[in-house]
């Protein structure tokens, strides 16, 4: 067995299957809902939710990078966290500090293009097939914090400052990964299936359909949670929480069990 399937077999990711979609968009959505059932039904405050989230993402990172191979339990985990915190963090500049949202759109949207620009200047490479070191896992966990942080900002500024209403962003964003979608398969069929390294319009597409979940995510929470005379279904944020929980729990026991989205040594 060659180095390269060696370093196949040892990604810290998950394939890039229809689950991993489906689960990234549940787990964005929870992120909404539990920072607000945290902040607001728990009386947590802000500050006291943050703190709190923080230490917890702190702790399961810490498991995460221990981790030599992919384990969806804590994997899932970690990004359910990184959800939590990248809401509260935009939640917290635009709340506590008074920051716009177009201010902050703006900068976690640079900070995400200098993570980028940084990680391909030591690694040559954004591609999440070959998260195998800890450098690499480093600058993946920070680009993911800073596209939740990004998708709760754009997500916010369409749905209330722009007043779409979180219906309409759901339609925008969804359209948007759609668009994203159709082109990636377009342009794979004219270049061939086939190549020795993903090729740059795979990696452009995966990481502007990642960014593009926060948003979508998060409307959908919004759009569950919220009462209905602000555009929602008034679920509450517990029910909400609550049943993308058990939806994330039952998908990551499958993925568990079945191992579905490993990577292979032929991948």
């Not at 995510?217 to 993308?244: E, V």
């Amino acid at each position: 067995m060659d180095a390269t399937k060696i370093k196949q077999m040892l990604n810290k990711v998950p394939a890039i299957t229809i689950y991993f979609w489906v689960i990234k968009v549940l787990c964005t959505t929870i992120g909404e809902t539990a920072a607000d059932y945290l902040n607001e039904t728990l009386k947590f405050g802000l500050s006291g939710t943050s703190l709190v989230m923080g230490g917890l993402l702190f702790l399961i990172m810490f498991f995460q990078f221990r981790t030599k191979k992919y384990i969806p339990s804590i994997y899932w985990l970690a990004v359910v966290f990184v959800s939590v915190v990248g809401t509260l963090i935009t939640d917290l500049l635009t709340d506590k500090l008074g920051i716009p949202l177009e201010t902050t759109t703006i900068v976690f949207a640079a900070a995400l293009l200098l993570t980028f620009i940084v990680w391909f200047i030591f690694e040559k490479t954004l591609s999440v097939h070959s998260i195998v070191t800890f450098r690499r896992e480093a600058f993946y966990w920070l680009a993911i914090l800073f596209t939740f942080a990004l998708g709760t900002a754009a997500g916010d500024l369409s749905a209330e400052k722009f007043k779409l209403g979180y219906l309409n962003s759901i339609y925008i964003f969804g359209g948007l990964i759609g668009v994203v979608t159709i082109a990636y398969y377009v342009l794979r069929k004219i270049q061939g299936a086939e190549h020795k390294h993903q090729p740059a319009y795979a990696i452009l597409a995966f990481w502007l359909a990642y960014i593009m979940t926060r948003p979508l995510g998060a409307s959908i929470g919004d759009f569950l949670s919220q009462d209905r005379d602000a555009g929602g279904l008034a679920l509450g944020p517990t029910l909400t929480s609550g049943i993308f929980f058990i939806a994330i729990l039952s998908l990551v026991i499958f993925l568990s069990l079945t191992k579905k989205d490993e990577l292979t040594p032929e991948e």
